[in-house]
């Protein structure tokens, strides 16, 4: 008998933002083992089966679109090559960049390189499944599930389930705040055309990945920065990442421009172990009304901004009601063309998706000796970047469907990037 | 598949093997097996895997048990509802022809007894129409469109037999004005349904009915010489002063709301 799914609020925005980006959540860890493959497969299984969404083929229904469960061979899902050492970078980027359509029956794909009695893991995942904050549970879910198994037997089916509805952020309101909550409606979409300057669309542009290492040395340093100005690491990564634009787009120092930044509404969930994997990620806007005189100054304006919103009890919630309005009154066709005309997608977005936390990834005893987690590739202009952290050392990237001149774009951008973080040390 | 038959049985060791209990077993060792075929073919060869899966799938087979043989009563008293609703519809219709023959074979009044049997019919339309709203509305707990729809019917189906009883039976001069009489009625009707049903939709059919029915009340009382026309136009504007005080009491009710969102904000 066919099973079906509902297509939650998140599942259809993402659906949406087909126009943008190829919705896909990229992971890559590397270990320095080779890791028992026989217990990965099976416990990838054991996840798939306590997660339907992976395996589901999403149905673009006109009128109510849904996810319908599919039968699967695993091995569909996972890719296991032995490789030499030198072919690791391309293997990795070469499987990273691939795309899963939403009709597929499979919306996780994973690559299990052996190289050099070391291991490289990927994970490529459909946005719509679930959003980073979800996908670093699922995978430190993933590993101790696997080190139960494989070091003492215990069957690797430890892992959440439940609601996968928008609307557990309002689980632990009041009913005062639940229906204040859900009478948020407001239009929050970013209104700012600064773009980042990247080249017009060609036809040889193909996604890649770029990613610059931040070191520990700086990443404590900004740390300390940030203590100091009252700032988040996350403020003065943003407040970074606006001076190297302002400089590599050559704005001008007086324009304001803002940056999306992406916030994990699970803050307002107190525990999340009984929900499914979803997504509940929304976005603030950072705007900045002028580039500082210098980096500080900058900072600043990025730690008043971040301070509205972070002052407001019902942040990140806004828009919601607007979206599921939306959706419910008209059939998904229709309620698609009226939310494009609302929506405008930020131009410029940055997602700090956290630490990677490296002793929950250990396997058999080895943690990962390197890796890090990116969002989707997006299409020119718009831009995303990510900051992911492991072991203290801060991983950039940014997924682009471009060009060899946006490699080289990007490239500069990253160069500009750790000029700002130097700045912001020597300050 | 042992395992299964094992947890089966274990599961429902305490209760008296009847046949709907031992048809349930069979449906469950027969989902069990080729959900067990599913997993095999994903991939899993852990058979302990395989079981734990599935049994965590049905971790409550007496529970379930149970609610099927709920479910089970609750189709069978809604097949005999529905039997008998259909039963009863083609009685009443059977009945309103049996009448109409029947007074007319004894008075010879054909002309008018056909009424009778339209009465029948549309009584018993009107029925279905009201019945069926009541089961969709309670179903998804709002007067839904469809639901509305049925109302509108079966208030206009009253109208058209009022007005061919004013037609045939008892002549009355001017009767058409129920036809537009059945319109502000038809909206009162929907108005409080829906206002009753749809907390926070139902204002907006509140404010689009009240102008309407007041000119459509205007309209009614003037060409009946009940009220003159002329100043009697100020009940559409009486309609619309109704319909402002609709709007000042829910803002009202509204400030409420802000205001203890307000204190609530400055925690």
């Given at each position: 008998m066919e099973r079906r799914l509902n297509a939650e609020l998140w599942d259809k925005m993402h659906y949406l933002f087909r126009d943008f980006n190829d919705r896909m959540v990229h992971l890559e860890l590397h270990y320095d083992y080779e890791i028992n493959f026989e217990a990965f497969r099976t416990v990838l299984i054991c996840f798939f089966e306590k997660a339907p969404v992976f395996h589901s083929s999403f149905v673009d229904n006109k009128v109510r679109p849904y996810w319908e469960v599919k039968p699967y061979d695993i091995d569909d899902a996972i890719t296991l090559k032995n490789i030499d050492d030198s072919e690791v970078e391309r293997e990795v980027d070469s499987f990273l960049t691939q795309y899963i359509p939403p009709e597929s029956d499979l919306q996780m794909k994973v690559g299990v390189f052996y190289h050099g009695g070391k291991t490289t893991l990927c994970f490529v995942e459909n946005h719509m499944c679930m959003d980073g904050g979800d996908f670093k549970y699922f995978i430190s879910a993933f590993c101790k599930n696997y080190n139960d198994y494989v070091e003492h037997g215990i069957l690797p089916l430890n892992f959440k389930e439940g609601s996968r509805s928008y609307e557990s952020v309002y689980g632990d309101f009041t009913p005062a705040q639940k229906k204040m909550a859900r009478n948020?409606?407001?239009?929050?979409?970013a209104k700012d055309?600064?773009?980042?300057?990247l080249t017009e669309d060609r036809a040889e542009d193909k996604s890649f990945i770029a990613r610059r290492k931040i070191s520990e040395d700086d990443f404590f340093a900004l740390k300390q920065i940030g203590k100091k100005y009252g700032a988040t690491l996350n403020d003065v990564l943003v407040a970074a990442y606006f001076d190297a634009l302002y400089k590599l787009a050559s704005y001008d120092p007086d324009d304001s421009v803002t940056i999306s930044c992406a916030i994990d509404l699970r803050r307002h969930i107190k525990d999340s172990s009984e929900q499914g994997i979803t997504n509940h990620t929304a976005f603030m806007q950072c705007r900045i009304p002028r580039l500082g005189d210098d980096i500080i100054e900058t900072l600043k304006y990025v730690v008043n901004s971040a301070n509205l919103f972070k002052k407001?009890?019902?942040?990140?919630?806004?828009g919601l009601p607007l979206l599921r309005f939306g959706y419910k009154i008209l059939p998904h066709a229709v309620s698609e063309e009226i939310i494009k005309i609302g929506y405008s997608n930020p131009l410029l977005a940055m997602s700090n998706i956290g630490i990677l936390d490296h002793k929950a990834l250990a396997l058999e005893g080895h943690e990962p000796t390197d890796g890090f987690m990116t969002g989707a590739v997006k299409y020119k202009p718009y831009v995303l970047l990510s900051a992911t952290s492991m072991k203290n050392v801060i991983t950039l990237s940014m997924c682009v469907r471009g060009n060899d001149d946006d490699k080289r774009i990007v490239e500069r951008f990253f160069d500009l990037y750790e000029e700002s973080v130097c700045k912001l040390k020597n300050s | 598949m042992n395992n299964f038959l094992e947890y089966i049985e274990k599961s429902f060791e305490n209760m008296k093997e009847t046949e709907s209990l031992y048809l349930y077993k069979q449906k469950l060792i027969a989902k069990m097996t080729e959900r067990a075929n599913e997993l095999v073919a994903a991939g899993l060869k852990d058979d302990k895997i395989i079981c734990a899966i599935i049994m965590d799938e049905y971790p409550d087979l007496v529970k379930n048990y149970k609610a099927s043989m709920k479910e089970k009563a609750t189709v069978s008293k809604k097949t005999k509802t529905g039997s008998l609703m259909t039963v009863g519809a083609l009685g009443g219709i059977f009945g309103a022809v049996c009448l109409y023959l029947a007074v007319s074979f004894l008075t010879g009044a054909w002309n008018k007894s056909w009424m009778l049997l339209l009465g029948g019919i549309f009584a018993v339309l009107v029925l279905i129409f009201v019945t069926v709203s009541g089961k969709l509305t309670k179903k998804s707990g709002k007067f839904g469109l469809i639901s509305r729809i049925l109302c509108m019917f079966a208030v206009f189906l009253i109208a058209v037999y009022m007005f061919l009883f004013t037609t045939v039976i008892v002549p009355v001069s001017g009767n058409w004005i129920i036809f537009i009489l059945s319109v502000p009625f038809a909206m009162i009707f929907d108005m409080l349904l829906s206002y009753k049903f749809n907390k926070k939709t139902g204002i907006f059919s509140i404010l689009l009915y009240i102008p309407v029915i007041f000119t459509l009340f205007y309209v009614v009382l003037g060409v009946a010489k009940v009220l003159p026309w002329h100043p009697g136009w100020l009940l559409i504007l009486f309609g619309i002063l109704v319909d402002f005080v609709v709007v000042a009491v829910r803002l009202v009710s509204g400030t409420k709301v802000k205001e203890e969102e307000d204190a609530w904000s400055e925690d």
């Amino acid at each position: 008998m066919e099973r079906r799914l509902n297509a939650e609020l998140w599942d259809k925005m993402h659906y949406l933002f087909r126009d943008f980006n190829d919705r896909m959540v990229h992971l890559e860890l590397h270990y320095d083992y080779e890791i028992n493959f026989e217990a990965f497969r099976t416990v990838l299984i054991c996840f798939f089966e306590k997660a339907p969404v992976f395996h589901s083929s999403f149905v673009d229904n006109k009128v109510r679109p849904y996810w319908e469960v599919k039968p699967y061979d695993i091995d569909d899902a996972i890719t296991l090559k032995n490789i030499d050492d030198s072919e690791v970078e391309r293997e990795v980027d070469s499987f990273l960049t691939q795309y899963i359509p939403p009709e597929s029956d499979l919306q996780m794909k994973v690559g299990v390189f052996y190289h050099g009695g070391k291991t490289t893991l990927c994970f490529v995942e459909n946005h719509m499944c679930m959003d980073g904050g979800d996908f670093k549970y699922f995978i430190s879910a993933f590993c101790k599930n696997y080190n139960d198994y494989v070091e003492h037997g215990i069957l690797p089916l430890n892992f959440k389930e439940g609601s996968r509805s928008y609307e557990s952020v309002y689980g632990d309101f009041t009913p005062a705040q639940k229906k204040m909550a859900r009478n948020l409606y407001k239009n929050v979409c970013a209104k700012d055309d600064h773009k980042f300057p990247l080249t017009e669309d060609r036809a040889e542009d193909k996604s890649f990945i770029a990613r610059r290492k931040i070191s520990e040395d700086d990443f404590f340093a900004l740390k300390q920065i940030g203590k100091k100005y009252g700032a988040t690491l996350n403020d003065v990564l943003v407040a970074a990442y606006f001076d190297a634009l302002y400089k590599l787009a050559s704005y001008d120092p007086d324009d304001s421009v803002t940056i999306s930044c992406a916030i994990d509404l699970r803050r307002h969930i107190k525990d999340s172990s009984e929900q499914g994997i979803t997504n509940h990620t929304a976005f603030m806007q950072c705007r900045i009304p002028r580039l500082g005189d210098d980096i500080i100054e900058t900072l600043k304006y990025v730690v008043n901004s971040a301070n509205l919103f972070k002052k407001d009890k019902f942040m990140g919630l806004y828009g919601l009601p607007l979206l599921r309005f939306g959706y419910k009154i008209l059939p998904h066709a229709v309620s698609e063309e009226i939310i494009k005309i609302g929506y405008s997608n930020p131009l410029l977005a940055m997602s700090n998706i956290g630490i990677l936390d490296h002793k929950a990834l250990a396997l058999e005893g080895h943690e990962p000796t390197d890796g890090f987690m990116t969002g989707a590739v997006k299409y020119k202009p718009y831009v995303l970047l990510s900051a992911t952290s492991m072991k203290n050392v801060i991983t950039l990237s940014m997924c682009v469907r471009g060009n060899d001149d946006d490699k080289r774009i990007v490239e500069r951008f990253f160069d500009l990037y750790e000029e700002s973080v130097c700045k912001l040390k020597n300050s | 598949m042992n395992n299964f038959l094992e947890y089966i049985e274990k599961s429902f060791e305490n209760m008296k093997e009847t046949e709907s209990l031992y048809l349930y077993k069979q449906k469950l060792i027969a989902k069990m097996t080729e959900r067990a075929n599913e997993l095999v073919a994903a991939g899993l060869k852990d058979d302990k895997i395989i079981c734990a899966i599935i049994m965590d799938e049905y971790p409550d087979l007496v529970k379930n048990y149970k609610a099927s043989m709920k479910e089970k009563a609750t189709v069978s008293k809604k097949t005999k509802t529905g039997s008998l609703m259909t039963v009863g519809a083609l009685g009443g219709i059977f009945g309103a022809v049996c009448l109409y023959l029947a007074v007319s074979f004894l008075t010879g009044a054909w002309n008018k007894s056909w009424m009778l049997l339209l009465g029948g019919i549309f009584a018993v339309l009107v029925l279905i129409f009201v019945t069926v709203s009541g089961k969709l509305t309670k179903k998804s707990g709002k007067f839904g469109l469809i639901s509305r729809i049925l109302c509108m019917f079966a208030v206009f189906l009253i109208a058209v037999y009022m007005f061919l009883f004013t037609t045939v039976i008892v002549p009355v001069s001017g009767n058409w004005i129920i036809f537009i009489l059945s319109v502000p009625f038809a909206m009162i009707f929907d108005m409080l349904l829906s206002y009753k049903f749809n907390k926070k939709t139902g204002i907006f059919s509140i404010l689009l009915y009240i102008p309407v029915i007041f000119t459509l009340f205007y309209v009614v009382l003037g060409v009946a010489k009940v009220l003159p026309w002329h100043p009697g136009w100020l009940l559409i504007l009486f309609g619309i002063l109704v319909d402002f005080v609709v709007v000042a009491v829910r803002l009202v009710s509204g400030t409420k709301v802000k205001e203890e969102e307000d204190a609530w904000s400055e925690d």
